[in-house]
Each structure stands twice: as structure tokens, then as C-alpha cells.
């Protein structure tokens, strides 16, 4: 048996390779509802970033999962999202015969729904047509990547061997759509086979609508459709939406197109305006309508691509393309066991913009470095130091000589490093800021103070229904902003990153989010190997508050870079603001248990693996669940928010130092 989760990560890189872009690999179980967007009914399917795949396979070849792959890949390779039902009623006569308006049309409505609705039963049309598509696909792959004929034909070996001997060609030919049909439709499974062996250049999605067309009536005439027949139910299981995602960039096309068109109006306009006289006038007016006309085109295209994103994205997830994917056990302390590969995790870079202002955290800069600076000074090399016993030197090692003399007396041959000499020595330190982003980083350093109802003047408090009320003219001072936990974090780690930049250490500054165990979200502000710069300032600049707190894979996430980091000391601090929580964190949402001990074994794997892990809170009952989560000596409570960039300093060089 193949499990996806065991190979996920290869098969990630494979992907990768093929279709020279990163795709997520994800389990039909994570997200049932996609599974309506397969071509097919093997639970696989894909959307833009993601491809989704069963859990497991009874297949014995380990290339099972490359075949499904390369199949989904073929997709888009071969241009099936790209269907267009105009197209199809243009080049396809039959088609258009058939066609009629359905009620409730919208620019929105995919071209899928729309070929597939054309006929009585819609999910036998879908049906057909997907068979001679995955068969046109195979054709292509078998000719664009000879190597794969092997594994193909061991995979729909293994998938017929399931279902064993069917004179049903269409069920049989969902599973299979390599070498010799036979059933009820023979003519049809010849098309089939046309397709897979002797493929033309003229071959298109438009093929197998036209294939859909040729063998509809005489398939669907073979059924008796009743209730319990799965194609007598008219309900919609069609790969629309991937179609729909890939219509808004034509969409978005349209809208370029339709600003250029203003802008050349425009142009004209002043030109014509330039010459007035009467009918430079009539020629303006009417100049200034089409710009109008445009103009509501476009603002119309545009609203229609809003709406249009929203329904995909609610459909299809948010998206992941710039993020990469990783699954992490959880330590299920009830059961005393690993849940595998439960979590998701997602890495995506923190990107800021121009709107994220830096001015307040430059200010912070110049105030703070200078103290933490001279801190971390003090745990600098001291640049020369003395090696003993190697091969060639400025010295002597007296004490590599006395061995040598007796290793001689002993009859045993003597080492030749008995030098010594000085050599410049540098630290060798990864560290990782792992920054809580959840929701209540939001919250002010300090909440509001009750209001005092005790002088309470009913007579002088203004009548807010009355706009004459003189009392409401009072000049009354704006309240200034209350500075939030999330402000002093960022500040935190701008005041860290300059300080260490100055002294050398690789470190990277991540924000760690998420809801559900199959959506943590890491954000990279910061990677190890960049250098801080502007982007960076910005990145930190651009952290802001999200969603709940799932910190076991967050720290085991961070581990796994820090072990790739390849440095000899690794260092993890993670700064919070309250306990591990999350929607699905363990059985009930109320216990709390379960996430602090799900932390607290992270931080011992992460410890087993040599990274040495300290927890920085603000909260100031932190204490009640450190204790369990963390190490003795390992946590901090802030009292002071100010104090955190300090606090952390000295903590790192504690860290660090030895």
C-alpha cells in the first residue's frame, strides 16, 4: 500500500520538476468538498495551487502517485481549462442544434455548467466527455514523456484488477483507458483508443465535446434511469470552477484593454478640443460619451471580476500560490500517541508594501540599538584564538611533543601535529523569532479604565439627539491611540534584527497563525540567509493580527528550518502573548490541555534534535501553563511591554554566550 503523507514531499519536488512550478499536495479527505472538481472518480482533482490526491493507494508500484500527478498535470498542459462554450457552439454545429439559453444565465456562469447542461442528463455527459478527455491526456503524455508508458501500464493494470471483468465499457473505461475495449459501445471505445494511440496535432478539449456529441444518445439510451441511478440525478459534479479561475484572467485582460482604449480617447479629445469651434464642440461631446461608455464598462468588468473571485475563492480556498505546504505529527496526550502528519502547515512570505508606514519603527531603531547592541557586543569573538595540535604552525605545542616523545618510547608511531598557531574564529549561530500572530495581539497593552459614573452630571451631559446642543462645541482632546501588543512585538523585532545583523548571526523572524489543524499559516518576514533591508523592515512592518494560536506546529516547522540551516548552535524563541489554542485543538475547545501538551512535546523534539528553545510571554498569568509547557529556566513573563526588546536581547546573549 502507497500513503500519500509518506511520500508527499518527494512527490512535491517531482511535481515541481515536471510542471516547473510548486504545487500543493493535499489529501481528497482534507477538503471533501473539492472532490466535485475531479475529472474522474478516483478522488483526485486540482486547483490552481493544489493538487489533491487519495489518502492511500492498494497499488503495489510506488509510482502510482506520479501517474495521478502527471495526469493532472496534462490538464493544463493540454488546455482543458481553457474551454470556452462560445468557442465550442462556434466550430461545433451539433453543438449549437442542441443549445438553447438556460433561465438564470449570468456573464458568471461557467462554460462546464453550460455544455453539460445542454443534454437531459448532465453527470453522464460529464461522465462522457471526462473519459475522452483523460484519454486525449494520455495520449499526450505518452508522447511528451515516453518514460511513463511503463508505470501507466502497471497502474491501470492494478486499477482493472479492481474492478475485474466488466462488459460495462464505460465503467470499466473510467478506471482504464489504455489498450483493447469492449462492452456495449465498442465505436465509442475506439474513439477512445484513437485518442490514447494515434493522437492528432489538431486534437483539442473541443475533440472530446465533439466525442460527447457523437455518443450521448447512444449511451444514454442504454439506461433505465430510476431514483437510484447515479445518472439520473441531474445534480452538477463538473470541473468548472478551475475553468471559471482561468476565465478572470481574460477577464482582467479585457479591463487593460478597456483603459487603453480611455486613455486613446482621452487623447483624442484634447486634441480635437485644441481646434475648437462648433463642431469641434459636437466632436468633444461626443468624445466625452464614449469615454463615459467606457468607463462604465470597465467599472462593470471589474465588479463582475470581484464578484467573480470571491465565489472561486469560497470555492476553491484561498490562495496558496506563493506558500509551500508541510505536514507535522501531533502529540495526542490523551491517547499517549503521535496523530501522523495531522497538521498542515503553509509558508508563505510576508511581503510589505509602501502602505506599511516604517517611520515609527526606523524611530524605534535609533532608540533601542544602542543598548541592546552593547549587550550583544559582549558575546562577540574576540577575534584570534590559539588552535593546538595541528600540522603547521607559528609555535610549538609543548604538550603535542611530550606526547610524542613517549609515543616514541612506546614504540608507537607519533603524530605529526604538534604545532600551534592562532586562527580567526566566528560564531556559528542559526536563531529563529517565531512571533505570535493570532487575534488577541490586537488588544492593548493596557485595557481601558472603567469610567468613574460617580460625578455623574446629568443635566451637563450634552443631548446627543439635539445638534444644537452648545455643549457638544466643547473642545474635547482625541484620546491617543492605545498602543497594542502587535506594536510592541514588531518593535521588538526590528530592534533584534539590527543588533544581530551588526554582529553576525544568521536569523530569521517568522509570524505563526492559523485556524485548524489543516491551515497553520507561517509568514516569513525574514529568512536566515537574507541579509536586513528595507524589504525586510517592511515585511516586519506588514505583521499583523490573524487567527488562533496552533504553536505545536509552528515550533516543529521552525525546527525542521533550523536543522536545515546547517549551523553548529541553533536557537528558537518564540514570543507570545497567551497559551496554545485553536478551533480543533484536541477534542474540546475549552480544554486547554491538550495544546500546551502538544507544545511542550515540540519543544522536547526540538530539543532531542540540539535547538535550544526559550518562550517569551506577555502574559501575565503565563506562569500556570509555562511551567507544564516549557523547561525550567526556558520562559520569561514580561511584566513591562517596554521591556520587551531589552528582555529579549538579554535573553538571546544568555542563549547564546555560552
Not at 482621452?266 to 462648433?278: I, P, Q
Not at 506599511?356 to 562577540?380: A, C, G, N, S
Not at 609543548?398 to 560564531?427: C, T, V, W
Not at 497559551?579 to 500546551?596: E, K, L, M
Request: charged share 30%.
Amino acid at each position: 500500500m502507497q500513503i500519500l503523507a509518506e511520500i508527499e514531499e518527494p512527490l512535491a519536488l517531482f511535481t515541481e520538476g515536471i510542471a516547473g512550478r510548486y504545487f500543493h499536495i493535499r489529501t481528497s479527505e482534507e477538503f471533501a468538498s473539492h472532490r466535485r472538481l475531479a475529472l474522474g472518480d478516483d478522488g483526485t482533482g486540482q486547483t490552481s495551487d493544489t493538487i489533491f490526491l487519495p489518502e492511500s493507494l492498494d497499488s503495489p508500484s510506488a509510482a502510482s502517485y506520479r501517474v495521478l500527478v502527471m495526469e493532472q498535470i496534462g490538464l493544463r498542459e493540454c488546455g482543458t481549462f481553457g474551454f470556452r462554450m462560445s468557442t465550442a457552439l462556434e466550430q461545433l454545429p451539433a453543438l449549437a442544434a442542441r443549445y438553447t439559453e438556460p433561465r438564470g444565465l449570468t456573464a458568471r456562469t461557467g462554460d462546464f455548467h453550460l455544455l453539460f447542461g445542454v443534454f437531459a442528463q448532465p453527470a453522464l455527459a460529464a461522465d462522457i466527455f471526462n473519459l475522452a478527455e483523460k484519454a486525449r491526456i494520455l495520449g499526450y503524455l505518452l508522447r511528451a514523456y515516453p518514460g511513463i508508458r511503463r508505470h501507466v501500464e502497471q497502474y491501470h493494470g492494478y486499477l482493472l484488477s479492481l474492478t475485474g471483468p466488466s462488459n460495462d465499457a464505460l465503467i470499466a473505461g473510467k478506471r482504464q483507458v489504455w489498450g483493447e475495449f469492449s462492452g456495449l459501445w465498442p465505436e465509442y471505445c475506439q474513439s477512445l483508443e484513437r485518442l490514447v494511440t494515434e493522437a492528432q496535432t489538431t486534437d483539442s478539449v473541443y475533440t472530446s465535446v465533439e466525442i460527447l456529441l457523437q455518443y450521448y444518445d447512444q449511451i444514454e439510451g442504454a439506461y433505465v434511469f430510476t431514483e437510484t441511478t447515479p445518472y439520473a440525478q441531474q445534480e452538477e459534479s463538473l470541473p468548472d470552477w478551475l475553468a471559471r479561475e482561468e476565465r478572470i484572467e481574460e477577464w482582467e485582460e479585457q479591463v487593460d484593454q478597456l483603459s487603453m482604449a480611455m486613455a486613446v480617447e482621452m487623447l483624442e479629445a484634447e486634441d480635437v478640443e485644441a481646434e475648437r469651434g462648433e463642431a469641434g464642440d459636437a466632436a468633444v461631446r461626443e468624445a466625452d460619451v464614449d469615454i463615459k461608455s467606457l468607463i462604465d464598462e470597465r467599472d462593470t468588468m471589474k465588479r463582475r471580476i470581484d464578484m467573480e473571485k470571491s465565489s472561486v475563492q469560497h470555492a476553491l480556498g484561498a490562495d496558496r500560490s506563493n506558500a509551500r505546504s508541510y505536514r507535522y505529527d501531533e502529540w495526542n496526550y490523551l491517547e499517549h500517541r503521535y496523530l501522523t502528519h495531522w497538521c498542515r502547515v503553509f509558508e508563505e512570505p510576508l511581503v510589505g508594501t509602501s502602505d506599511d508606514d516604517t517611520t515609527e519603527l526606523q524611530q524605534v531603531i535609533k532608540h533601542f540599538q544602542p543598548l541592546v547592541q552593547k549587550q550583544l557586543e559582549q558575546i562577540r569573538p574576540t577575534g584570534l584564538q590559539r588552535v593546538t595540535r595541528v600540522q603547521d604552525g607559528d609555535e610549538l605545542d609543548l604538550n603535542a611533543i611530550i606526547e610524542a616523545r613517549q609515543d616514541i618510547r612506546a614504540g608507537h608511531s607519533p603524530s605529526e601535529r604538534f604545532y600551534s598557531r592562532k586562527e580567526r574564529m566566528h560564531r556559528d549561530v542559526c536563531a529563529i523569532f517565531l512571533v505570535d500572530l493570532s487575534a488577541s495581539t490586537d488588544d492593548p497593552i493596557e485595557p481601558p479604565e472603567p469610567y468613574d459614573w460617580s460625578e455623574y452630571d446629568e443635566d451637563g451631559f450634552p443631548n446627543l439627539r439635539d445638534p444644537w446642543d452648545t455643549s457638544l462645541d466643547d473642545d474635547v482632546e482625541d484620546e491617543e491611540p492605545k498602543r497594542k501588543i502587535i506594536d510592541i512585538q514588531r518593535e521588538a523585532m526590528v530592534v533584534m534584527a539590527s543588533a544581530l545583523d551588526s554582529l553576525g548571526d544568521s536569523y530569521g523572524i517568522y509570524g505563526f497563525s492559523g485556524y485548524g489543524k489543516d491551515c497553520v499559516e507561517v509568514f516569513v518576514a525574514k529568512e536566515p540567509n537574507q541579509g536586513f533591508s528595507k524589504q525586510s523592515l517592511q515585511a516586519i512592518a506588514a505583521m499583523k493580527p490573524k487567527r488562533s494560536t496552533r504553536m505545536g506546529p509552528a515550533i516543529r516547522h521552525s525546527t525542521h528550518k533550523l536543522m536545515q540551516s546547517g549551523h553548529a548552535m541553533k536557537v528558537l524563541m518564540v514570543i507570545s502573548d497567551g497559551f496554545p489554542q485553536d478551533s480543533d485543538y484536541g477534542p474540546d475547545r475549552g480544554n486547554h490541555d491538550y495544546g500546551v501538551e502538544d507544545t511542550a512535546k515540540a519543544i522536547v523534539e526540538a530539543q532531542q534534535k540540539g535547538v535550544e528553545t526559550f518562550c517569551v510571554t506577555v502574559d501575565r498569568s503565563g506562569n500556570d501553563y509555562l511551567k507544564r509547557m516549557c523547561p525550567d529556566s526556558r520562559y520569561l513573563i514580561i511584566e513591562e511591554m517596554e521591556d520587551l526588546p531589552d528582555q529579549l536581547s538579554k535573553v538571546y546573549a544568555a542563549l547564546t554566550g555560552r
